[in-house]
């Protein structure tokens, strides 16, 4: 028998011949690929392990009698509870295995769902890293009872456990008494918690503004006031009137921090801002959502355009987007009235240091009888240097509205002389200056 017939007969027969000439005919494809400059190999390569990768999952999740991918899409959608699984990255990886909750349908674009974390961290997920696990709302009373879709074993294990607000472990129900049960995730703490006296997340967290909050030329914390503070969209950095003040006082017209002409006409800068959306900017999805909501820079208003931007800003990490859509959830603009939903997005500004986010959870506190935990909001937003729940946090300190138990008397005075820093490092003379002047004459100067 000839060599050639000998190959031929087992690679007809024996697997592991046909497993090695596939290998080897994929090898020589490659070489030649990458040869004609076609593709590098490690391209093609994670294009075969991601085509691997995904038909195991597939028939995992067909084998647990879950929902496989086509049928699973349809069943993912806001509200669901999930569990992360399958990410490669080296980031990703570290999440496998995290529960959440999806909080944006599938982005036609982006073909991935915004998940929120316990925590209120937006990850934006693919369909097929994600299974539907049983019910675990971030609010609504009992609504941990609702049974969701049972199918694995995750499922049995998350209807019976609730994760704390505070250690954000993942305890069986009776770790909580029945009072703290009640309370949605973000604020309930377990009875190891409450006995310690371990402070919940969401208030720990949040405490100090960001990098992102510095003007980048002065370095100095932004003002809160929108009037103060100008978004270039040529570089998507915000800059105080300050600086702006001082760049044309020495006759320089254009952006003081890129150096990019200023548009000439208004009508030019929707499509600056959506060349940056097209480049992934968190602040310019923020930007052509504001644009679409107020109808600036001849776009014209439209609101669904505006939460469909504020959304992916929000899956992005931008807090002012997480902000935005939770005032929208609140008055029900643009989408359906959802108060938890409205709390949820102000939770996740707030823990980015989110002032206003912080003062309205103090707010929803307060609507709902709980001074004590208003109270401890409007301490951190006072802190942060915002005048209103400064004022408030004072006078219910003068009123002994309080009690020292959940609020202390050295939190109290804490935050009103942190309050007074706080003004104090937002404030330069040339801030000064262009804030006498008004926005108007500095743009006309
Ligand atoms: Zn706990
Ligand atoms: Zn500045
Ligand atoms: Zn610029």
Redesign the pocket.
């Known amino acids: 028998m000839s060599l050639l017939g000998y190959v031929f007969e087992k690679v007809r027969d024996d697997p592991f011949w046909q497993i090695g000439t596939m290998y080897t005919v994929m090898s020589v494809l490659i070489g030649v690929m990458y040869a004609l400059g076609l593709t590098h190999p490690y391209m093609v390569w994670d294009m075969v392990c991601d085509s691997i990768v995904q038909s195991i999952q597939n028939s995992n999740a067909q084998a647990d009698g879950d929902a496989g991918d086509s049928r699973g899409n349809s069943t993912l959608s806001v509200g669901r509870s999930v569990k992360i699984h399958g990410l490669r990255s080296e980031r990703g990886r570290a999440l496998n295995g995290k529960y959440g909750t999806i909080v944006t349908e599938l982005d036609g674009e982006t073909g991935r769902h915004g998940v929120m974390l316990k925590g209120g961290r937006i990850l934006a997920v693919k369909p097929g890293n994600l299974t539907l696990v049983a019910a675990r709302p971030f609010s609504g009373e009992g609504r941990d009872d609702v049974p969701g879709p049972a199918r694995s074993c995750d499922t049995v294990e998350a209807a019976r456990e609730k994760i704390c607000g505070a250690c954000e472990r993942e305890l069986p129900k009776d770790s909580f008494s029945e009072e703290q049960g009640r309370l949605r995730q973000s604020m309930r703490r377990c009875k190891d918690c409450l006995a310690g006296g371990t402070e919940l997340v969401l208030m720990k967290t949040g405490r100090t503004r960001s990098e992102e909050d510095e003007c980048p030329i002065c370095n100095l914390p932004l003002p809160f006031d929108d009037g103060e503070v100008m978004l ?1 969209v ?2 998507m ?1 915000k800059l105080c009137n300050g600086c702006i003040f001082a760049a044309r006082k020495q006759g320089m017209r254009n ?1 003081p ?2 150096r ?1 002409p200023v548009p000439d006409e208004e009508s030019k800068t929707l499509p600056i801002i959506q060349k940056r959306v097209d480049a992934g900017d968190p602040i310019a999805f923020y930007a052509l959502a504001d644009a679409y909501r107020y109808g600036l820079h001849g776009a014209a208003k439209n609101i669904a355009k505006a939460v469909k931007y504020y959304k992916r800003a929000a899956e992005l990490g931008e807090k002012d987007a997480h902000y935005n859509l939770g005032v929208l959830y609140e008055e029900g603009v643009g989408v359906k009235k959802d108060a938890a939903k409205a709390i949820q997005h102000w939770e996740a500004a707030a823990m980015c240091g989110h002032v206003s986010a912080r003062y309205n959870l103090g707010c929803v506190e307060k609507d709902g009888g709980s001074w004590d935990l208003a109270l401890q909001h409007w301490k951190i937003s006072a802190t942060l240097g915002d005048k209103g729940s400064m004022e408030i946090v004072r006078s219910m300190f003068m009123g002994g509205q309080w009690s020292a138990a959940t609020n202390s008397l050295e939190s109290i005075l804490k935050s009103l002389s942190e309050y007074q820093s706080a003004v104090k490092e937002m404030s330069s003379p040339d801030r000064h200056k262009a804030k006498a002047l008004g926005l108007d004459a500095i743009r006309w100067m």
């Open positions: 270039k040529c570089c950095k952006c921090f890129c990019a």
